[in-house]
């Protein structure tokens, strides 16, 4: 009899040396997005603040637990992903800050035929709980024809934090796995993404991604993860590529370098940042944050922390413009605004009009970002996280323009 750990060697092995068939397509699966007004009103400042400290945090002490908020738990995305044979099926978090993959939170996990443990022990501690478990070889599903054999997942033997959900699908660089295995913290995890594509299922280590805007409580929400490439039925025009930026720590996330003007006046100039769903607002650096409060006319609201603006000072907003891979992606006035059917959640008045962009706190190459490329940013252009060329894209989508708030 073989010993656990070199029994799972050979597992692997036979798994990754099955002959090469030829990739398929990408294929779609559709993102819920749940509003959640579980705990009352929803400080959207508070929590963007939190999960950009924790960001800093994790650089600076480079700890094995990773205190980072799960994501903007206001608007929750999952995606159903099933494991085992026969399979059980679990609704997961999408998290493109992290890049674990974990199970248990609340449907337990079911060892099944094509369960392997590996006697490894993962843990993840994030702002607003935790899981720590056991990691497990299983075969994964995210969708029709995107099934993974020998998927590394974590199998929670504790958690908090994540009531109604199960787990986390992490969809941020596979770096980020570093330092979450227990024992061998310098060895990295494998992604979805990584083995779909090592295992010649898709034909790119990309995912392309589509957020819709808030529509009121009849509208839909959600959107559609692509794994291996991108829905033309989503975007409209040619997608604009920009490579990772090569600074730290952005260049560990999906970091790129960028430019922001207000109408035609620059306000932040050669400014790294990173491309996260899991923060709600768009953060930008003091003094760029400043010079928008100025030419909004806006003022801060003591109650929600956000900018807020009067009705006509909203008809003479102009296009935020984000400068990025030589192109120009402008949020336009509607954009610009928190959906006011949802002013209330947020402990706000039903009539005022707020602004979506925050104050990051420090000046531009003082802190680690200079901007964060939120969820209403993603709202409103198509994105494609490239691991196969190490760049992230944008593209305009049926939304870029609409007057959804």
């Not at 949802?342 to 962009?357: A, C, E, K, P």
Request: net charge negative.
């Amino acid at each position: 009899m073989f010993p656990a750990p070199l029994l799972t060697l050979l597992l692997v092995l036979s798994i990754t040396g099955s002959p090469v068939k030829a990739a398929n397509s990408a294929t779609s699966v559709p993102i819920t997005s749940r509003l959640n007004f579980s705990n009352g009103t929803y400080n959207l400042v508070a929590h963007d603040r939190a999960r950009l400290q924790a960001l800093r945090d994790r650089r600076k002490h480079r700890e094995r637990f990773l205190h980072v908020p799960l994501t903007n738990d206001f608007f929750i995305d999952t995606i159903s992903v099933d494991i085992g044979n026969p399979p059980t099926s679990y609704d997961l978090v999408l998290d493109s800050c992290s890049a674990n993959t974990w199970v248990g939170a609340s449907t337990p996990y079911h060892v099944t035929a094509t369960s392997i443990s590996t006697d490894a022990s993962v843990s993840v501690t994030y702002d607003n709980g935790f899981f720590n478990g056991d990691l497990y070889l299983d075969t994964v599903t995210v969708g029709p024809g995107l099934t993974v054999v020998g998927q590394e997942i974590g199998v929670a033997v504790d958690s908090e934090g994540y009531a109604g959900y199960d787990g986390v699908l992490g969809i941020g660089p596979v770096s980020l796995t570093l330092n979450t295995l227990m024992l061998t913290p310098n060895v990295s995890i494998p992604t979805v993404t990584d083995n779909l594509f090592n295992q010649h299922i898709i034909p790119a280590n990309i995912l392309g991604i589509f957020f819709k805007p808030y529509a009121g409580p009849r509208g839909q929400t959600g959107g559609q993860l692509t794994f291996g490439g991108t829905d033309s039925g989503l975007r409209i025009g040619d997608i604009t590529y920009t490579p990772i930026t090569e600074f730290p720590p952005a260049s560990n996330y999906w970091g790129i370098d960028q430019s922001i003007t207000y109408g035609g006046v620059p306000i932040l100039e050669n400014a790294i940042g990173i491309v996260d769903p899991g923060h709600l607002l768009i953060a930008i650096s003091t003094e760029a944050f400043q010079l928008y409060k100025t030419a909004s006319g806006s003022q801060l609201d003591p109650g929600t922390g956000l900018l807020v603006i009067t009705d006509n000072q909203y008809g003479a907003l102009q296009d935020l413009n984000f400068h990025i891979g030589g192109q120009i992606f402008a949020l336009t006035r509607n954009a610009q605004i928190w959906p006011r059917a949802l002013n209330t959640g947020i402990g706000g008045q039903r009539d005022l009009i707020y602004l979506i962009v925050r104050d990051i706190g420090t000046q531009i190459g003082e802190g680690d970002y200079d901007v964060i490329n939120s969820y209403v940013f993603m709202q409103r252009f198509y994105t494609v996280f490239d691991a196969t060329d190490s760049r992230v894209g944008f593209s305009r989508t049926q939304f870029t323009a609409a007057n959804t708030n």
